[in-house]
């Protein structure tokens, strides 16, 4: 018999802090369960008008269709050999086609077998057929590509195959479907929740061997996940091959008429500021491309040699669609650019590729922008203009289109020019000259296919290679694929490299090798870690901030006393890196600019909190002096520093390591060094007397009631009535819960005040609780981190996300959504009506 519910810990815990408050019944908790409701978060309540958009000269937008709020919220679009557009929503049935010739015509639902299908982040007309991706879970279809037919040639779909099922659900589920130029294949990209389907047995990636990253003791290793990826399949579904990963979310991606694929990979905005951030970018994805998309401090740096770079680094954003200009009317240079749209900064951009060797450079240029356009997919029509779509995450949508009408240039012919991407070959004689290539995307392609091959047939040759580049190339195949005994050989090698010798980059490429060889030998012998110690400590210091993070990460898992006085010099040389933003870009949303804003202002400590973690590790050798030292390091850069919500979390993760590793005695010696930091903050309580506020009466006080408020009050009943418990605003408040920068805004009076008194009336999926339900019978209510095809994260308290707990997927029986939002719908009642109305103003300046 199952286990009842467990109430969620968040809920508990705040359900405490909370009891002199009156509570709502469980029936009028979560009264509009079911009913979809209009969510909109980070961007104005209506699309942008067409005159309210900023592009290029000679461009022209026209808003074509309003979608009605009947509809949904437009993700994504493909059109019809006849010229239709398709189109389909987030959270609802319903595929729709639409004439964008006859705008005036509303667009009609599709009936027959396509009449239950929505819940859509891919459509692709191709082969005659219409190609789905069903990426979140509903009562119809399972999650995956399906492929609609007309057998009849009636014009309506009348039969419905799933020929990829993917175990993927939300916005880090399934998404684009993009067909090749090339050949008949069909590419889907999948995001960083989603386990690579048992049904994809070919595996063009090269394989990776746990984090493959040297963690400090306070990052779990064990777990890691190769992330968001790519595959293709034929039309029918069968002969699947998982073509690339390790990007993060990439909701989108463009192939050339040469057959290359780019995306336009997405950052993780909590990381803002920590060393392991990375901006949304474009990426050349290369056949068996890895890009070392971990979680957290897990992830790769983008110089491991084992990975792959950017094209180009975009910045902070929300990546949807994407494709290329070919087939326009456009001037000549915009029909060969990328297009690459971001929802959060309402921006479609111009990517101008200019091929580098094997590969790219790139310049940006933002094409048309404008408040109000979440953006969330785009394709060519048959009349040679642009369209794109608006919405997502129950947002109001709408369909534009972008054309230039002072001259209708003829569409480029598609080039017959070879791709620059390197192929790759299984022929040890082709293959080999290619590892001592200068240009990084080709002796990345020649290594994946050495690796490939039977070891016997290369790792002799790869312990003689005497050429710099290609000996670094082959010792790193070979760190990954050796057998004991080539390791042994090949460790003799590396501890006899002169190392002083070596430039930044081949220096680089000999730390990863360093950092594999440690990694992947967990019983490494003392003789040969003093050795390698030894080889690496006096290039410590060096100019390249790079390479110090290196020698960091390695000295001080191997426990290197000696370091540790080096190391604290290096995060005292570091007092903040100043922050640079465009106002264009934040100003389109000042949801997601606030952390830009407090960056500018105390510039974060990027550096010093890298060598600061490294050095939990190191736990004896320190002298009185060092420890006080790092410690008031520390506690400055937490008083003085910003950056993305995860950035003090960060530091106070790395606080609680340190002195938790120190004696108690020493603890207390040591604890008026962080007393500053560890004050427990005394939340005030309201004058009252409070009463049960409901939505309609209080919105007519909102109406004219906030001018002239006390907004002082208003920020002491933020904390009163405990928002500033679970949200950050301004800069202060907990994680668990929205950010509320710019409401004013994103949201309607009406929007705040139903989030606030009843909350579960809109959950957002970014902070929806799942239900877990276990095979033994065992249940409880989490929010999932990460999840593989072997296991699912969670974080069981929200009010800890630091927190996880990592659970077999083969335990698990259900999962499901928690109908209950995490936020406690009373509130507001223990406040007085001007302290509510303060807090309102408060909130909405």
């Known amino acids: 018999m199952k286990k009842p519910l467990p109430f969620p810990p968040i809920l508990a815990t705040l359900a405490l802090s909370c009891l002199s408050l009156p509570q709502l019944s469980a029936q009028e908790i979560n009264p509009y369960d079911g009913s979809p409701e209009w969510y909109k978060p980070g961007h104005p309540t209506n699309p942008a008008e067409a005159a309210a958009i900023e592009t290029l000269p000679g461009f022209q937008v026209e808003k074509l269709l309003q979608v009605p709020e009947s509809i949904g919220s437009v993700t994504c679009m493909a059109t019809t050999p006849d010229g239709q557009i398709l189109f389909a929503t987030q959270h609802k049935a319903g595929l729709y086609k639409f004439d964008p010739e006859n705008p005036q015509v509303p667009p009609q639902a599709l009936g027959g077998a396509a009449e239950t299908f929505g819940w859509a982040h891919g459509l692709l007309y191709a082969h005659d057929s219409l190609y789905v991706t069903v990426a979140e879970k509903n009562d119809f279809h399972a999650t995956g590509v399906h492929r609609l037919t007309d057998a009849d040639g009636d014009g309506e779909f009348d039969s419905h195959e799933l020929i990829l099922p993917i175990d993927g659900n939300g916005e880090h589920g399934p998404h684009a479907l993009v067909a090749s130029p090339t050949d008949d294949y069909i590419y889907i990209v999948s995001g960083n929740f989603t386990p690579v389907p048992d049904r994809i047995q070919k595996n063009l990636t090269p394989s990776s ?135 959060t900064f309402a921006t479609l951009y111009a990517i101008h590729l200019k091929p580098q060797g094997a590969s790219y450079t790139a310049s940006a240029e933002p094409f048309l922008t404008g408040l109000g356009l979440p953006l969330t997919d785009a394709i060519i029509g048959k009349d040679g203009s642009l369209y794109f779509s608006v919405g997502g995450r129950r947002l109001g949508a709408a369909i534009f289109r972008v054309s230039y009408p002072e001259k209708k240039y003829p569409s480029l012919a598609a080039s017959s020019s070879p791709p620059h991407s390197p192929s790759q070959s299984s022929s040890l004689d082709k293959i080999w000259p290619n590892l001592n290539s200068a240009d990084r995307h080709v002796r990345y392609t020649a290594r994946v296919a050495l690796e490939a091959l039977p070891l016997s047939q290369w790792s002799t040759a790869a312990l003689a290679e005497t050429q710099l580049i290609a000996k670094q190339t082959a010792q790193l195949a070979l760190v990954r694929k050796g057998s004991p005994s080539d390791l042994a050989s090949l460790k003799e090698i590396i501890l006899s490299e002169e190392t002083k010798t070596l430039d930044t980059e081949a220096l680089l490429r000999h730390l990863r090798i360093c950092e594999l060889l440690v990694a992947r030998t967990p019983n490494l012998d003392q003789e040969t870690q003093t050795r390698l110690i030894k080889s690496l400590r006096p290039l410590l210091p060096h100019d390249s901030h790079l390479v110090n993070r290196e020698l960091s990460r390695i000295l001080c898992f191997l426990r290197d006393e000696a370091s540790i006085e080096t190391l604290l010099d290096l995060m005292e040389s570091d007092t903040g890196t100043p922050f640079t933003v465009s106002s264009d870009l934040t100003s389109r949303n000042l949801k997601y600019a606030s952390a830009l804003f407090d960056m500018m202002q105390a510039a974060p400590m990027t550096e010093r909190l890298h060598h600061a973690q490294m050095l939990t590790s190191i736990e004896d050798g320190w002298t009185q002096p060092q420890r006080i030292r790092y410690f008031k390091l520390i506690v400055e850069a937490i008083t003085t520093s910003k950056g993305g919500d995860g950035y003090l979390p960060a530091w106070r993760k790395i606080l609680d390591t340190a002195r938790g590793s120190l004696p108690t005695s020493l603890q207390s010696e040591l604890a008026h060094i962080w007393a500053e930091v560890d004050k427990p903050q005394e939340l005030p309580s309201p004058k009252g007397p409070g ?25 002491t009943m933020y904390a009163a009535a405990r928002c500033i418990t679970c949200h950050s605003y301004k800069g202060e408040g907990g994680l668990s819960g929205p950010n509320l920068n710019g409401l004013s805004q994103r949201f309607t009076p009406k929007d705040i005040l139903e989030a606030i008194i009843l909350p579960s009336k809109a959950i957002s999926d970014q902070y929806q609780l799942t239900v877990i339900t276990l095979k033994s019978g065992d249940s409880l209510s989490a929010r999932i981190i990460a999840r593989d095809s072997q296991f699912t994260t969670v974080a069981p308290n929200a009010l800890k996300p630091q927190e996880t707990r990592s659970i077999p997927n083969s335990e698990i029986s259900d999962l499901s959504p928690f109908p209950v939002s995490t936020m406690p719908p009373a509130l507001l009642n223990s406040l007085n009506e001007d302290e509510v109305l303060d807090l309102l103003a408060y909130l909405l300046k």
Request: hydrophobic share 35%; aromatic share 12%; with cysteine.
């Open 209 to 343: 061997e746990g984090a493959d990253h040297l963690m400090t003791r306070s990052v779990e290793s064990s777990r890691y996940t190769d992330g968001c990826w790519i595959a293709r399949f034929e039309a029918d579904g069968s002969n699947p091959e998982l073509i690339a990963t390790g990007l993060r979310n990439a909701y989108d991606f463009a192939i050339n008429p040469q057959g290359e694929i780019f995306t336009f990979d997405s950052d993780m905005e909590y990381d803002l500021g920590l060393p392991w951030y990375r901006p949304t970018r474009i990426n050349h994805v290369i056949s068996g491309a890895h890009f070392g998309w971990r979680d957290g401090p897990r992830k790769w740096p983008a110089l491991y040699e084992d990975s792959l770079g950017s094209v180009i680094d975009i910045g902070p954003g929300s990546p949807t669609g994407m494709l290329f200009g070919h087939n326009t009317h456009f001037p000549p240079k915009y029909q060969k650019a990328l297009f690459a749209l971001d929802w």
């Open 691 to 715: 009463r049960l506020w409901e939505v309609d009466p209080l919105l007519e006080k909102m109406a004219t009631g906030l001018v002239g408020r006390d907004i002082e009050n208003g920020k």
